[in-house]
């Protein structure tokens, strides 16, 4: 038996434990720690040096998932990008006593990470694999930085194709930062550290998936101009000519638009910005998708880094690329890369076979009815809140959904990457055409113009959306149907599509029978799914994290793996939808 440790020291921290091949337990340490992107960066010593530290909680939360011990690891494998330093990071914190158990994937590792989760679990035999994000590792004695990476993965093996880089100072640019640079004009940002810290100064973590809610609201701007040159694999592109350009919309049309407001979004300039910027990522992903499948010559393609969490973009690269399958695991971003350290240290280091393809996310460790009754005696007792509890099933969650209450949904082991795909999830009907602003604006505290996602029965999900195949993470955004669209008002965004996740029986057994239940109730085998947390959190991971947030915010209901929490005498807020119930909102 061979067991492998893979840690993640980047933003996301993470760890991810494989046993002969196979995912075992995986966590981001921000569900544990509770601090958003958990960076793990401490201030330290008396000329306050800036330190790194690893994700010791998701380690420690992996050995007591698998029931081993630290020294029963046969490596560890861990990767950091940038200046990387991950081996002595690891040696320093990790108290495991043979310290040549600790390897590092060769340099520059970091594409090589989100190339490993992104091949080894797809089930192909041979795919390109292409990797896009915001800032790779650096290549050994250059100081430059991996811009976007093409694999060619066959059996056991991946072999890089091709691979462009750019430099320290920005006088070229990936296509996230490319990204994250309009992201920070428009306001978008979880604030971290200084005012200053962070990329372009921002004073935190760019939020891109705000801009990409936002950009189907603008209009199309092609008298704007093209801002990313192509040259064959390389895309080009530098801050200062994004700042020029930046500069000039903004005198000739950001008249309105104040970087004081915290509502600047609101403006048709802002607007404008985001689906400006979304259109030219897009073309941008089908340009490398294309040079992918002509270089290889393959029709399979595997796809991760950060910028693969624009599901906008995916669906066009899946739709348009022309290749014949297209795989993105959960993920996708620098969490997944402990996936990765942890195969690529089974499969490339210890010759273990690859592991049974990627058909859910659920890699965090189940809990047990007394950690749950213990929880609900904690929250009963520390916040006075009544609480009243009664075993439920999947059928109980869908009457509640059918009525338009709004359900905590904390099934099994948690997700890993940033979607709730149904064990740590917030449940809505989506027939409901007041749902989503309730949701917003009431429970989760959101920006109003931000979409919610279906998710549908497998088998059901053809008629509904324009979509074949799969969709299990939550990472493709088709067409909702026409017909469908009046019928999904709570899920249907604003150009008529939704970010779709396909629910299958053998996946997710109890979460998969919740909405077919709701289907056959109402009709409509899809429910409202979004993440379970307030914003600005991390998702919840324990029973007592789902408790906290469920008392404090306005959920109805909390399903906590087969028992059903409720506020006792709680009245519904005026906003709330079932105070119109559907035939009377209609």
């Given at each position: 038996m061979s067991?492998v440790l893979?840690?993640n020291?980047?933003h996301?921290?993470?760890?991810c434990l494989?046993r002969?091949?196979?995912i075992?337990?995986a966590?981001?340490?921000?569900?544990l720690d509770?601090i958003k992107?958990s960076?793990?960066f401490l201030?330290q010593?008396h000329?306050e040096?800036l330190t790194k530290?690893i994700?010791?909680?998701s380690?420690a939360?992996?050995l007591d998932a698998?029931?081993?011990?630290?020294?029963?690891?046969d490596?560890?494998?861990?990767?950091r990008?940038?200046?990387?330093?991950a081996?002595?990071r690891?040696r320093r914190d990790?108290p495991?006593?043979?310290k040549?158990?600790?390897?590092e994937?060769?340099?520059?590792?970091?594409?090589?990470?989100?190339?490993?989760?992104?091949?080894y679990?797809?089930?192909?035999?041979?795919?390109?694999?292409?990797?896009?994000?915001?800032a790779?590792a650096?290549w050994?004695?250059?100081?430059?930085?991996?811009?976007h990476?093409?694999?060619?993965?066959?059996g056991?093996?991946?072999?890089?194709?091709?691979?462009?880089?750019?430099p320290?100072d920005?006088?070229?640019?990936s296509?996230?930062?490319?990204y994250?640079?309009?992201?920070?004009?428009?306001?978008?940002?979880?604030r971290y550290?200084t005012?200053?810290?962070?990329?372009?100064?921002c004073g935190?973590?760019?939020?891109?998936?705000k801009?990409?809610?936002l950009?189907?609201?603008?209009?199309?701007?092609?008298?704007?101009?093209?801002w990313?040159?192509?040259?064959?694999?390389?895309i080009k592109v530098s801050?200062?000519?994004?700042e020029d350009?930046?500069?000039?919309?903004?005198?000739a049309?950001g008249g309105e638009?104040?970087?004081?407001d915290?509502?600047r979004?609101?403006?048709?300039f802002?607007?404008?910005v985001?689906r400006?910027?979304q259109?030219?990522l897009?073309?941008?992903?089908?340009?490398l998708?294309e040079h992918?499948?002509?270089?290889?010559g393959?029709?399979?393609?595997?796809?991760?880094g950060?910028?693969?969490?624009?599901s906008?973009?995916?669906?066009?690269v899946?739709?348009e690329?022309?290749?014949?399958?297209?795989?993105i695991?959960?993920?996708?971003?620098?969490?997944?890369?402990a996936i990765?350290a942890?195969?690529?240290?089974?499969?490339?280091?210890?010759?273990?076979?690859?592991p049974?393809?990627?058909r859910?996310?659920s890699?965090?460790r189940a809990?047990?009815?007394?950690?749950v009754l213990e929880?609900?005696?904690?929250?009963?007792?520390y916040t006075g809140?009544?609480?009243t509890?009664?075993?439920?099933?999947?059928?109980?969650v869908?009457?509640?959904?059918a009525g338009?209450?709004?359900?905590?949904w904390?099934?099994?082991?948690?997700e890993?990457g940033p979607?709730?795909?149904g064990?740590r999830?917030m449940?809505?009907?989506?027939r409901?055409?007041?749902?989503?602003d309730?949701?917003?604006?009431?429970?989760?505290?959101r920006e109003?113009f931000r979409?919610?996602a279906p998710s549908a029965?497998a088998?059901?999900?053809g008629?509904?959306f324009d979509?074949s195949?799969?969709?299990?993470?939550m990472?493709?955004v088709p067409?909702?149907?026409?017909?469908?669209?009046q019928l999904?008002?709570?899920v249907t965004?604003?150009?008529?599509?939704?970010?779709?996740q396909t629910?299958s029986?053998e996946?997710?057994p109890?979460?998969?029978?919740?909405?077919?239940e709701?289907?056959?109730l109402?009709?409509?085998?899809i429910?409202?799914?979004?993440s379970?947390n307030?914003a600005?959190?991390?998702i919840?991971?324990?029973?007592?994290?789902?408790l906290c947030?469920f008392?404090r915010?306005?959920?109805d209901?909390?399903?906590?793996?087969?028992?059903?929490?409720s506020k006792?005498g709680r009245?519904?807020p005026?906003a709330h939808?079932?105070?119109s119930?559907?035939?009377?909102a209609r």
């Amino acid at each position: 038996m061979s067991l492998v440790l893979g840690l993640n020291l980047s933003h996301d921290r993470s760890a991810c434990l494989v046993r002969d091949g196979e995912i075992v337990v995986a966590i981001e340490e921000e569900r544990l720690d509770r601090i958003k992107h958990s960076e793990g960066f401490l201030i330290q010593g008396h000329f306050e040096r800036l330190t790194k530290t690893i994700p010791i909680k998701s380690v420690a939360y992996c050995l007591d998932a698998a029931d081993v011990g630290i020294d029963d690891l046969d490596l560890v494998v861990g990767n950091r990008p940038l200046g990387d330093g991950a081996v002595w990071r690891i040696r320093r914190d990790l108290p495991i006593r043979d310290k040549s158990k600790i390897r590092e994937l060769p340099l520059p590792g970091h594409h090589l990470g989100h190339a490993s989760v992104a091949f080894y679990p797809s089930g192909f035999e041979q795919a390109a694999v292409l990797v896009v994000d915001q800032a790779g590792a650096r290549w050994p004695g250059t100081g430059r930085i991996e811009k976007h990476t093409l694999f060619r993965g066959e059996g056991s093996r991946l072999t890089r194709v091709a691979a462009v880089d750019y430099p320290s100072d920005y006088s070229d640019m990936s296509l996230g930062l490319f990204y994250d640079f309009f992201t920070t004009k428009l306001g978008f940002v979880t604030r971290y550290g200084t005012a200053d810290w962070g990329v372009f100064g921002c004073g935190g973590y760019p939020e891109a998936g705000k801009t990409m809610g936002l950009a189907p609201y603008g209009r199309p701007r092609p008298d704007w101009g093209n801002w990313l040159a192509f040259d064959g694999f390389d895309i080009k592109v530098s801050q200062q000519s994004l700042e020029d350009i930046w500069q000039r919309l903004l005198a000739a049309e950001g008249g309105e638009f104040s970087a004081a407001d915290p509502l600047r979004w609101q403006t048709q300039f802002a607007k404008d910005v985001a689906r400006k910027i979304q259109d030219e990522l897009e073309t941008a992903m089908l340009h490398l998708a294309e040079h992918a499948r002509e270089v290889t010559g393959l029709d399979r393609l595997c796809l991760a880094g950060g910028v693969l969490l624009n599901s906008v973009a995916n669906e066009r690269v899946r739709a348009e690329s022309g290749f014949t399958d297209v795989f993105i695991p959960a993920p996708a971003g620098d969490s997944g890369v402990a996936i990765g350290a942890a195969l690529y240290g089974s499969i490339e280091l210890l010759g273990e076979a690859r592991p049974a393809p990627m058909r859910h996310a659920s890699f965090g460790r189940a809990y047990t009815r007394t950690e749950v009754l213990e929880a609900l005696a904690t929250v009963t007792g520390y916040t006075g809140v009544e609480l009243t509890c009664r075993d439920a099933g999947p059928r109980d969650v869908a009457e509640l959904l059918a009525g338009h209450q709004v359900v905590g949904w904390f099934n099994g082991g948690s997700e890993m990457g940033p979607r709730a795909l149904g064990h740590r999830s917030m449940l809505a009907d989506p027939r409901h055409p007041e749902m989503r602003d309730y949701l917003n604006n009431v429970v989760k505290h959101r920006e109003p113009f931000r979409p919610y996602a279906p998710s549908a029965v497998a088998e059901e999900a053809g008629k509904w959306f324009d979509f074949s195949g799969e969709s299990p993470f939550m990472l493709l955004v088709p067409k909702v149907a026409g017909h469908a669209q009046q019928l999904l008002p709570a899920v249907t965004h604003v150009d008529g599509t939704a970010r779709l996740q396909t629910v299958s029986a053998e996946a997710n057994p109890a979460y998969h029978q919740v909405i077919a239940e709701f289907g056959a109730l109402t009709g409509v085998p899809i429910v409202l799914n979004t993440s379970f947390n307030d914003a600005g959190e991390p998702i919840v991971e324990t029973p007592l994290h789902a408790l906290c947030t469920f008392v404090r915010t306005e959920m109805d209901h909390l399903y906590l793996d087969g028992l059903l929490v409720s506020k006792a005498g709680r009245d519904l807020p005026a906003a709330h939808p079932a105070r119109s119930p559907l035939a009377a909102a209609r």
